[in-house]
């Protein structure tokens, strides 16, 4: 699932799908860096709104007609003979006509008059000889279709295209209504249905939760094929005006969830967040680490109640095996849990490939304590203010886990409230970054202008980095200029060459190296402040910023200020680029929109830049972990 190799499916279609009802959802069909925002609970309190919202998103049913278009009357001419007298060849008619064009041709005082909806061979209402019947085709044999015959894993994965994995707007319509039919179709046709309904399940409120947990209760088998439950669009403000009310109906609960964990037990994906933490239990969270032999993929996102807390460190008395099959771990903003959480449990992740640690109490001491069979490609780490900067420093030079694997990281820092690197913390930390990353982020960090060097060889194969302060619009847009070299700088090259070869080799593999195009399509330069971002800078024939030079550039990310600043000016658009933004993150995108939207392997799904969160299930961003992602600040 995680290998380059894999052939994602195409994401839900615009007409068929619905904006999720809470928070945030990508726009597959508009411009780069477009997303869908919705109301979560003001739905309820004023209906008209919602009648609107809903007249706005829904797909239209009514298909466009084209007109009924003129019969071909181009046919052959032919004899009919009159009724009466079959055998008479001199009474009769001839059909049709020769300068019979139509009924609707035939001109009234230069005007076409007829509005009938065809001809009258069109109605089958002529006087013609009735074509012969087609000899009837042997009957397929039950079960025999072509489309039977395919291969179940390719049958499914055909099915699969039509399943809506968002909810609907408003959480309650039905969906997936068309692939109902299937299910009677044939037995064939019926297990890859049901197995493609029942693959991914996705729990928009406490309701379906109860329909679905009633369903594999009465029939087990069903259980058997469910590999995700995903709780990301989960929202009960649309059934319940208040937290008692949903208590009261104990659709969703710790026992009942615990219920539907023991159902499932080939599950291998499980993704929760802020709305269900209150029902994430000493028990579920057990049967989830401990119970679940084939679980590959946690997610805890934005987990902070005092109940999830208490539930997590009741944990941590009890026997734990020595490695646990989560490959996939994401605690992203689990503010309140213990820094012995993280040192019980990172030792245990022999596997792990995901890692997504932002803003938690991690130590340096659990960030060691990740085993040396482990092949870390993505590792989030921002904000975590318990970490120092030597022993992350350290971590990259010396651990094997990062060392060839890395393809996304983020040591990000909000640079008001904490600080992880300075200026030479980042000249350490940058060469030993491996070639294999492609996203970056050093947010917060203290830079200068003598990192240039350092950073331009990573935008050789970076696809996104997000600098850090004291680096102006000028100093930043140099990455993406062609380097320019002095003859002083030619000449000491010249005359290295000539003293040593092994270092003219290099030299030039280096040279080599420098001379290859960027990669950069997202640039993050949220952290200059004030001045920094000089819009007199910013549209100079000195910044190649906004120029053709600075392809394949299609986002740039600014602070709130410059974005005040750019939407007041009229420059932008005229130089090719549009303002766009959502929640409290802001971008300049690149008007002339390529076929790459940047849809890319290691993002899961996303198919926007700039993303904050680690993914760890290959589905369509939408929800909380769309807020999380691309709505949010650090």
């Known amino acids: 699932m995680d290998s380059p190799e894999f052939v994602d499916r195409s994401t839900t279609?615009?007409?068929?799908?619905?904006?999720?009802?809470?928070?945030?959802?990508?726009?597959?069909?508009?411009?780069?860096?477009?997303?869908?925002?919705?109301?979560?609970?003001?739905?309820?309190?004023?209906?008209?709104?919602?009648?609107?919202?809903?007249?706005?998103?829904?797909?239209?049913?009514?298909?466009?007609?084209?007109?009924?278009?003129?019969?071909?009357?181009?046919?052959?001419?032919?004899?009919?003979p009159p009724i009466t007298r079959p055998n008479s060849k001199l009474q009769g008619n001839w059909f049709p006509a020769d300068n019979f064009r139509g009924w609707k041709q035939i001109n009234v005082k230069g005007k076409t008059a007829s509005r009938s909806f065809g001809d009258l061979q069109a109605l089958h209402m002529a006087w013609s000889t009735p074509p012969p019947p087609r000899k009837g085709r042997d009957r397929t044999p039950p079960g025999q279709a072509p489309i039977e015959k395919l291969p179940l894993e390719l049958l499914g994965a055909i099915i699969e295209l039509l399943v809506l994995d968002v909810p609907p707007i408003n959480g309650i319509t039905r969906r997936n209504m068309d692939l109902m039919s299937l299910l009677l179709t044939s037995r064939t046709m019926h297990g890859a249905t049901l197995n493609a309904l029942y693959r991914n399940i996705t729990i928009p409120h406490s309701r379906i939760f109860r329909k679905f947990l009633t369903n594999i209760a009465t029939h087990s088998a069903l259980?058997?094929?469910?590999?995700?439950?995903?709780?990301?669009?989960?929202?009960?403000?649309?059934?319940?005006?208040?937290?008692?009310?949903?208590?009261?109906?104990?659709?969703?609960?710790?026992?009942?969830?615990?219920?539907?964990?023991?159902?499932?037990?080939?599950?291998?994906?499980?993704?929760?967040?802020?709305?269900?933490?209150?029902?994430?239990?000493?028990?579920?969270?057990?049967?989830?680490?401990?119970?679940?032999?084939?679980?590959?993929?946690?997610?805890?996102?934005?987990?902070?109640?005092?109940?999830?807390?208490?539930?997590?460190?009741?944990?941590?008395?009890?026997?734990?095996?020595?490695?646990l099959s989560i490959t996939r771990l994401s605690l992203h903003k689990c503010l309140t849990l213990p820094s012995s959480v993280f040192d019980t449990i990172l030792p245990r992740l022999a596997q792990v490939t995901h890692l997504d640690l932002a803003q938690t109490r991690v130590t340096d001491k659990a960030l060691q304590s990740i085993p040396h069979t482990a092949r870390l490609t993505h590792l989030n780490l921002a904000k975590c203010t318990l970490l120092t900067a030597p022993n992350v420093i350290n971590f990259f030079a010396t651990h094997p886990a990062v060392k060839h694997t890395l393809v996304y990281l983020s040591v990000a820092a909000d640079a008001r409230s904490h600080q992880l690197l300075g200026e030479d913390e980042v000249s350490a930390l940058v060469p030993l970054l491996p070639e294999t990353l492609r996203s970056l982020s050093l947010k917060g960090s203290k830079m200068s202008e003598s990192h240039l060097k350092l950073l331009r060889p990573l935008t050789k194969h970076l696809e996104e980095l997000s600098v850090g302060r004291n680096m102006d619009v000028l100093t930043a847009s140099q990455l993406l200029c062609p380097e320019e070299k002095s003859e002083t700088e030619a000449a000491e090259g010249g005359q290295q060459g000539e003293q040593e070869k092994d270092q003219e080799k290099q030299a030039q593999e280096q040279e080599e190296k420098d001379e290859r195009p960027s990669t950069l399509r997202f640039l993050d330069l949220s952290d200059l402040w004030g001045n920094e971002l000089d819009l007199t800078h910013l549209f100079s024939k000195k910044c190649c910023l906004l120029q053709d030079e600075s392809r394949p550039l299609e986002v740039v990310e600014v602070s709130e200020s410059a974005f005040k600043s750019l939407s007041r000016s009229l420059t932008l658009e005229r130089v090719g680029w549009s303002l766009q933004e959502i929640g409290?993150?802001?971008?300049?995108?690149?008007?002339?929109?390529?076929?790459?939207?940047?849809?890319?392997?290691?993002?899961?799904?996303?198919?926007?830049?700039?993303?904050?969160?680690?993914?760890?299930?290959?589905?369509?961003?939408?929800?909380?972990?769309?807020?999380?992602?691309?709505?949010?600040?650090?």
């Not at 669009?233 to 615990?258: G, I, M, P, V, Y």
């Open 13 to 80: 279609p615009e007409k068929n799908g619905r904006s999720s009802f809470s928070s945030i959802r990508e726009d597959s069909c508009g411009p780069a860096q477009a997303f869908t925002s919705t109301p979560v609970s003001s739905l309820l309190q004023n209906p008209d709104n919602a009648i609107a919202i809903l007249s706005d998103d829904s797909p239209d049913h009514t298909r466009s007609h084209s007109p009924l278009q003129a019969p071909d009357m181009t046919t052959e001419v032919q004899f009919v």
């Open 584 to 634: 409290s993150r802001y971008w300049m995108v690149r008007l002339e929109k390529g076929d790459d939207r940047g849809h890319r392997w290691w993002k899961m799904g996303a198919d926007n830049w700039g993303m904050r969160k680690i993914p760890v299930a290959r589905a369509e961003v939408g929800g909380m972990y769309g807020s999380f992602m691309f709505g949010r600040k650090l």
């Open 223 to 323: 259980g058997t094929i469910i590999r995700r439950i995903d709780f990301s669009h989960f929202n009960n403000a649309t059934l319940f005006e208040s937290a008692s009310q949903r208590k009261t109906t104990q659709n969703l609960t710790a026992d009942t969830l615990l219920q539907c964990l023991n159902l499932t037990p080939h599950l291998r994906e499980f993704l929760a967040m802020e709305h269900i933490d209150d029902d994430l239990g000493p028990e579920v969270l057990k049967k989830l680490f401990m119970g679940l032999p084939r679980l590959q993929a946690l997610d805890f996102a934005g987990c902070t109640s005092f109940s999830f807390r208490t539930s997590f460190t009741s944990l941590l008395d009890l026997q734990w095996p020595d490695a």
